[in-house]
């Protein structure tokens, strides 16, 4: 039996929705709340404003990301199969969460932003990730199980960016191995 969402749920959903098909600066409240099913007022009651329940939207993305992607991978002892994990993970994600990519893809762009403090906080909610992947990569370079020349941060924004640019399980298997080949100081690691 189906959980009954709560309006602040229904209200972040129809959100997660119009954002990631027209962006923040593409979508209203009105329509937010044509797709939530409630009076634009109610929106109003438990987000201050459009920012608040963007930033929100972007956070709540973000955590699933993050709790999807590092499941496993925490629980992991061997770092090659950490790493292996964590591209998989992402494979998945990208496959079946689209919305939430799309929102991830389509405002990246605006992170730089300086105009809003909810870019601002965006941006670093965006860096809290990026950084907990480079931390991941670098344990694997203190272990000499990344190659040396590996740089963290860069491979860690590969690894955001690269596994996104389709949907297409296929191609995104093939993205996926070439990162973990690029990553991986042994050949035998660098299978399945």
């Not at 309006?7 to 600066?25: C, N, P, Q, S, V």
């Not at 009076?39 to 993305?61: C, G, N, Q, T």
């Not at 996926?176 to 100081?185: D, M, Q, V």
């Amino acid at each position: 039996m189906k959980k009954k969402l709560s309006t602040k749920e229904r209200i972040l959903l129809a959100a997660r929705k119009a954002f990631a098909e027209k962006g923040h600066d593409g979508v209203s409240m009105s329509e937010i709340a044509s797709i939530a099913g409630v009076k634009k007022a109610l929106i109003y009651y438990y987000f201050p404003s459009k920012e608040d329940l963007y930033y929100d939207v972007w956070r709540y993305s973000l955590d699933e990301l993050e709790e999807h992607l590092f499941k496993e991978v925490d629980t992991e002892s061997v770092y090659l199969k950490k790493i292996k994990r964590l591209l998989k993970a992402y494979v998945d994600f990208v496959t079946n969460k689209r919305d939430t990519i799309k929102i991830i893809q389509r405002e990246k762009g605006n992170l730089a932003r300086e105009d809003l403090e909810m870019w601002k906080k965006a941006r670093e909610r965006y860096n809290e990730l990026r950084s907990k992947i480079s931390r991941l990569i670098e344990s694997g370079k203190n272990s000499k199980e990344i190659l040396e020349i590996v740089d963290p941060e860069v491979a860690a924004e590969l690894i955001l960016n690269g596994l996104n640019i389709t949907d297409d399980p296929d191609k995104l298997d093939r993205i996926r191995e070439i990162i973990w080949r690029g990553l991986s100081s042994t050949i035998e690691g660098a299978g399945n």
